[in-house]
């Protein structure tokens, strides 16, 4: 099994800054990666795929880069409504994993 | 409008089984692979299983195989899964998603529907 790691757990950000995600995967996957936002009694939603493509309706703050086994999630200025969980999910090999989360406060 | 719905959550006594819908609608759902994955409070996203478009395939995690089994309908443009032998650490709640390819991410979730284990 491909274990996805995320870092950091927490993250403090103030509305307007920018933010960094992380995650590593325990193996070489590629570009085979997504990343997801949940928000508290809400459904995940995709923000970006195949590591840098964003998805339809993503916002173009968010950008993702790296492959491999290391990727980054960056968020250029931090809106209201980017609060909650970011998850890591790699779709290269089964079975499917995600990353533990980082809870953007 | 595009959409999953899911049900068939409630409380359920540990051993039991239960069988879970997923109730696709605005797309064309015997195009695209369907996965279950579920989120325990406080905790991450796991990934229980898939099932290709025409149903002929699936996969499971290893926490669930032999217990789960997913299914669809696409003529009821309708997702399954089958739990059973219900456990305390199955208590969560269960998310249809919609995928691109089998092996894919998740491009489409439903709100999902809460499944406790409780004696």
């Known amino acids: 099994e491909i274990v996805m790691s995320q870092s950091p757990a927490t993250l403090s950000v103030s509305p307007g800054e920018r933010a960094t995600l992380s995650c590593r995967a325990s193996?070489?996957?590629?570009?085979?990666l997504a990343w997801y936002h949940q928000k508290p009694g809400q459904a995940p939603r995709l923000l970006i795929y195949?590591?840098?493509y964003r998805a339809s309706d993503g916002p173009a703050r968010f950008s993702g880069s790296g492959s491999g086994t290391e990727f980054t999630l960056s968020i250029s200025s931090l809106q209201s409504e980017d609060f909650g969980i970011y998850y890591c999910?790699?779709?290269?090999?089964?079975?499917?994993?995600f990353g533990g989360g980082t809870k953007v406060e | 409008q595009v959409q999953l719905v899911e049900s068939g959550g409630g409380v359920v006594q540990p051993g039991r089984s239960l069988r879970l819908s997923c109730a696709a609608s605005?797309?064309?759902?015997?195009?695209?692979?369907m996965h279950w994955v579920r989120h325990v409070p406080g905790k991450g996203l796991e990934w229980m299983a898939a099932?290709?478009?025409?149903?002929?395939?699936?996969q499971y995690g290893d926490s669930v195989k032999g217990r789960f089994t997913i299914s669809r309908d696409n003529s009821e443009n309708a997702l399954f899964l089958q739990i059973n032998s219900l456990r305390s650490e199955d208590t969560a709640v269960y998310h249809c998603?919609?995928?691109?390819?089998?092996?894919?991410?998740?491009?489409?979730w439903g709100q999902g529907t809460a499944v406790t284990v409780s004696s």
């Open positions: 998603a919609r995928g691109g390819d089998y092996l894919d991410k998740f491009d489409m």
């Open positions: 605005g797309f064309t759902f015997s195009h695209y692979a």
């Open positions: 099932i290709s478009y025409d149903g002929s395939t699936q």
């Open positions: 193996q070489n996957i590629g570009y085979n």
């Open positions: 195949g590591s840098f």
């Open positions: 999910q790699q779709y290269h090999k089964w079975p499917l994993t």
